[in-house]
Each structure stands twice: as C-alpha cells, then as structure tokens.
C-alpha cells in the first residue's frame, strides 16, 4: 500500500494558498492543546490559524503532534486537521476533518467561542503503522485554544 504522506502534504500546501489571501488583522493565530480518546488516550499539541469566510463563517486549520502511550508503545503522529464554523456566536456547532498519516477522521462538535471544543466523530484507517493495531473507531476530543490575538474583522 502506498503511503498517504503525500496527501498531508498536499492539504497543508491547499491550506498555505488560502491563508497568503488574508490580511494581518483578518485572522485568529495561537496554540493548541487537547485530549482525545479513540482506541486509547492521545494528547494533541499544536498550533492554528482561523480566518473569516463569507459573512460570519470562520475556516479553521491545525497543524498538531499527537503523541500516545497504546498498546505499551510510545509515539508521536503529525495530524492536519480543518474546521469549519457556520457563525460566529458564543456557543457555536462545527464540522472538523482530522487527517494523519494512518487515519482520516470526520468530526462535528460543539464550541465556546472558538476557545474551547469539543467534538465526536469516527477515524477511518487510511494506512496501517508498522507493529501498530490500525488506528480506527470512535473519537472523542476536548481541545483548548489560545488566540495571541483577540478577535476577527469582520
């Protein structure tokens, strides 16, 4: 099987293009930080970029590391990942794509003000790690993000 690595590539290279449109003061840029179980406990770290759409829509991308302790083995996984906020209010529903190199998980969630999510979903193997059981089945994810900056002109 050939190894999906270039399609992460070629998300982040689509991403890149879309974010070089936005002005300085059109965006959110900060850190990341979340937990997510799905067939064991991973902790996610990274950093986002979110820029307004049309009207109050917002698109979200991240780039993380995620690391894991499964099957008494250690490591550390690169993840995309993009989502997409219809509105912009307080408490704010959302649909999120998480892409690896071994798993493609579509999720939808619920956030507070873009600050704090959380998100359900289903991974679906795409590649298999070596010495690995496939990484696959049901996601839950709590995730923090802290913007450098405070708000989006609209």
């Known amino acids: 099987m050939q190894s999906k690595i270039p399609y992460l590539f070629l998300v982040v290279f689509i991403l890149l293009a879309l974010i070089g449109r936005v002005r300085a003061q059109d965006y959110l840029i900060g850190p990341t930080l979340s937990y997510q179980f799905q067939k064991g406990s ?39 990942a993009v989502t997409y906020y219809p509105q912009t209010y307080v408490l704010t529903p959302f649909l999120r794509t998480e892409l690896s190199p071994y798993t493609i998980t579509p999720k939808v969630g619920l956030s507070l003000a873009t600050l704090l999510d959380i998100d359900f979903g289903y991974g679906f193997s795409i590649n298999e790690k070596k010495d690995y059981n496939p990484i696959k089945g049901f996601a839950v994810s709590l995730r923090f993000s802290i913007p450098l900056n405070y708000r989006i002109n609209m």
């Open 42 to 80: 991973i902790i996610k770290s990274g950093a986002y970029f979110a820029f307004p759409l049309v009207g109050d829509h917002i698109l979200r991308a991240d780039a993380t590391a995620n690391f894991t302790w499964t099957q008494k083995k250690f490591a550390v996984i690169p993840e995309a």
